[in-house]
């Protein structure tokens, strides 16, 4: 479909327009609507809307939170709540037990949300947008003709001066069965338009709904074919018809009902067989409980016992759950060879177990070493908790999150990444309780929301979109390839969720290093770690200045850093930081010009390197605030100085000066506070802040380079062995080594 501008489509918002309306149009809670739209105005409005969404008029998906209200709590019960009407409501005016009755007379307009024309029971009509719905066109959830119940509803005015019934929250919307105890006498005889085969037909019907993607109806033709089955036994045809619908539910990341469904098709297979009859696998229940524990254990020996079919779907669901080993056993190039674009999700379990999640203190919840990690090793390894693939190159799939109520914005891996975890949260409640354990920033406790102890926990969109903020990740498709970008090349990332390790906190001289292949997410030691000792992570690389770099931390996740580096940085008068941010951007444009130029002269390399030495300068104990001899930054990283040294050892590197890229290499190496010495012949490197990247990783190639020139072998071979052992760090495998450094230009 080719995006158009959306022109004279009102079912769009358009994010600032709302934004000005909420911040700017009075107060009209708890008034009524003006005035009242016909059916007919209604109906052809709607269809002129479905019209321009046919013919791909419609703007890029913008998905708009308002501001935050709770969700509704509990289950709809027909004698528990408070039945309204259309003409009861008032704007903005929400009461936690009111449910309204609504039936569709349209077909849905899926785009940003799910638009579609609804009357109530007295025929009473209004436009009804559903906001967080996983919809699509092809197989909508709301079609013409559903039934729905809608809680805590009010009139939402729009910013054309209409109105709307408006629903964020999952848990405001149920979809009811025209023979649900709460459809009305008058809805309930529906049964005319729908399909009337057997257990055969229904099954045949849903493979050629499954085919065609519209796996909604799948489902609910596979159901009717399992209600068939419970009037007329035939174990063979309700086995079959549990694992077609399991195999629908898993396409729509519904794992409960998959592992419910599952384990009821193997209990049946189980009756079944004589062998089987009187075993545990013929108790459902205990064969759910297995395929939703997490482990990798067997002990009932149920994969072996089952047909393959069953055992593959087994797996499945294990793994997309997340299964737990306590060795980190992987095979990452058969891994890393499977990962693409299109094949994110591999079939991996997690390793966990020598980690561990505890209070700090001061931060919060952190990570936790349970046992010694040495430099490289793997801490933990997590399959994500959710992923979202897109085509990367796809207009089609641009999307944009605002929420009105802090103004924030989101571009669309974050927009995805919203989408779908409402999407499996709302449909795996046993999944929850892992989710909204991790931190909100306080949303929920501010407002004094507190939930029973049995309580099923509600899928509140704001709270989503909190902890999204707060915990979520940047991923590539591999670390690896972001190595074999063009230079400042700024390839668009996925956002991506994974529970575990996101307890991690940051710090700018982290102990691990995250990595990404597909959607497992590996923490490697940057340096030794001892049993106890808190593990970090960098959640963005420290920007040169220490004010630029707190704020960064402070806007996106609330806190600022007191880490080594931040505690000196900080302690230098403004003076000094100003001075250093100016010859660093003066150095900038002088490098950027001679780039222009091309080759570099010796005279204009001896020039920089003079002005760098300036820059040094500035980090010398004389220039910290109650620091007279001590250096404090006699180990730490000197940010200023590390594009400049940078560009001083690949250009001498450029011009064969081998003397000179060692001394450059190693000094750069320093100022990203990794101290290594050559004595002897011997390299080591004393200490370590953990700023292991792919410059250092150069930085210890071009080192090997010139050691090698220089006869000195043993030296070159040392710096090319922490070159590797850094290329796993950053990459979390040896995949794609031998290209990396085979490609670097060796001097001649
Ligand atoms: C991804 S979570 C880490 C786990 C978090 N500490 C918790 O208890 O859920 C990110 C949040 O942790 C806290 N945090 C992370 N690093 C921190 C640090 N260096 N100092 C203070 N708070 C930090 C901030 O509240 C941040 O929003």
């Not at 801490?379 to 992923?387: N, T």
């Not at 130029?597 to 040094?616: F, N, V, Y």
């Not at 150069?698 to 090319?720: F, I, K, P, V, W």
Request: charged share 25%; aromatic share 8%; with cysteine.
């Amino acid at each position: 479909m080719a995006l158009s501008t959306g022109i004279n489509n009102t079912y769009e918002e358009v994010p600032d327009l709302a934004k000005e309306f909420v911040n700017k149009a009075p107060d009209e809670t708890g008034q009524r609507p003006k005035f009242k739209v016909s059916r007919d105005t209604l109906v052809r409005t709607h269809q002129r809307h479905l019209k321009l969404l046919s013919e791909g008029s419609v703007p890029v998906r913008s998905l708009v939170l308002p501001k935050p209200y709770p969700p509704a709590r509990g289950l709809v019960e027909a004698t528990s709540t408070k039945a309204v009407h259309l003409g009861d409501l008032r704007i903005d005016s929400r009461d936690g037990d009111a449910v309204l009755l609504l039936r569709t007379i349209t077909a849905p307009y899926v785009w940003s949300s799910t638009v579609t024309v609804a009357e109530d029971e007295t025929g009473d009509v209004a436009r009804l947008t559903v906001c967080n719905l996983e919809d699509n066109v092809v197989d909508p959830i709301v079609t013409e003709g559903t039934i729905l119940a809608i809680r805590q509803p009010c009139w939402t005015r729009l910013v054309d001066g209409g109105y709307h019934i408006r629903v964020d929250h999952p848990s405001d919307l149920v979809l009811l069965q025209p023979n649900d105890d709460l459809v009305p006498e008058a809805w309930r005889d529906d049964d005319g338009q729908n399909f009337k085969g057997d257990a055969a037909q229904c099954k045949k019907e849903g493979d050629m709904m499954f085919l065609k993607k519209r796996f909604r109806q799948a489902l609910e033709l596979y159901t009717k074919g399992l209600q068939h089955v419970s009037t007329t036994p035939d174990s063979a045809a309700e086995i079959d018809l549990y694992r077609k619908r399991c195999g629908v539910s898993i396409v729509l990341l519904r794992l409960d009902d998959a592992a419910k469904d599952l384990a009821e098709a193997i209990a049946t297979h189980a009756r079944s067989t004589p062998d089987l009859s009187s075993s545990e696998l013929a108790d459902a229940s205990i064969v759910k409980a297995w395929l939703q524990n997490r482990s990798t254990e067997d002990p009932l020996h149920i994969s072996t016992r089952i047909p393959r079919p069953l055992k593959e779907l087994a797996a499945r669901i294990k793994f997309d759950i997340g299964i737990n080993q306590s060795t980190p056993d992987y095979n990452l190039s058969v891994i890393s060879a499977y990962v693409g674009p299109l094949t994110l999700h591999v079939d991996a379990a997690n390793y966990i177990s020598d980690t561990e999640v505890r209070e700090t203190g001061s931060r919060g919840r952190g990570l936790f070493a349970k046992k010694d990690f040495k430099e490289g090793e793997l801490i933990c390894a997590e399959k994500a908790f959710v992923l979202p693939g897109y085509f990367m190159q796809d207009r089609n799939s641009d999307c944009l999150l605002y929420s009105l109520g802090d103004g924030t914005a989101a571009p669309r891996p974050g927009a995805w990444l919203f989408k779908e975890l409402v999407q499996k949260l709302r449909w795996n409640p046993s999944l929850r309780k892992e989710f909204f354990d991790m931190g909100d920033g306080g949303y929920w406790e501010e407002h004094g929301w507190e939930l029973a102890e049995e309580e099923d926990i509600p899928v509140d969109v704001f709270r989503v979109e909190y902890i999204r903020r707060l915990n979520c990740f940047s991923a590539p498709t591999r670390s690896s390839d972001l190595l074999n970008q063009p230079p400042n090349s700024n390839p668009e990332l996925r956002n991506g969720f994974w529970t575990h390790a996101s307890y991690a906190n940051h710090s700018c001289l982290p102990n691990s290093i995250r990595t990404f292949i597909g959607d497992l997410r590996f923490l490697r030691a940057a340096r030794d770690i001892a049993a106890g000792e808190e593990i970090t992570n960098q959640y963005v690389a420290p920007d040169i200045d220490i004010d630029e770099r707190q704020e960064k931390l402070r806007t996106t996740w609330g806190f600022e850093c007191d880490c080594q580096l931040c505690i000196i940085d900080g302690s230098v008068s403004e003076g000094t930081r100003k001075e250093r941010l100016r010859q660093f951007e003066e150095l900038k444009s002088t490098v950027m010009k001679l780039g222009e130029k091309g080759a570099p002269t010796i005279t204009s390399l001896k020039k920089i390197a003079r002005a760098l030495r300036e820059m040094e300068i500035l980090y010398s104990p004389s220039r910290i605030e109650g620091q007279t001899t001590e250096d404090p930054y006699a180990t730490l990283p000197r940010l200023a100085l590390v594009h400049p040294t940078l560009f001083l050892t690949e250009a001498w590197r450029s011009v064969k000066n081998i003397d000179r890229t060692i001394e450059y290499a190693l000094k750069l190496l320093r100022n990203f506070g990794l101290v290594v010495t050559t004595e002897g012949g011997k390299l080591e490197v004393v200490h370590n802040a953990g700023f292991v990247n792919v410059e250092t990783v150069r930085a210890l190639n071009y080192l090997a380079e010139g050691y090698t020139s220089r006869g000195e072998d043993e030296l070159a071979a040392q710096c090319r062995e922490k070159a590797k052992q850094w290329y796993i760090i950053i990459t979390g495998s040896e995949v794609g080594a031998e290209q990396f450094f085979g490609s670097e230009q060796f001097f001649s």
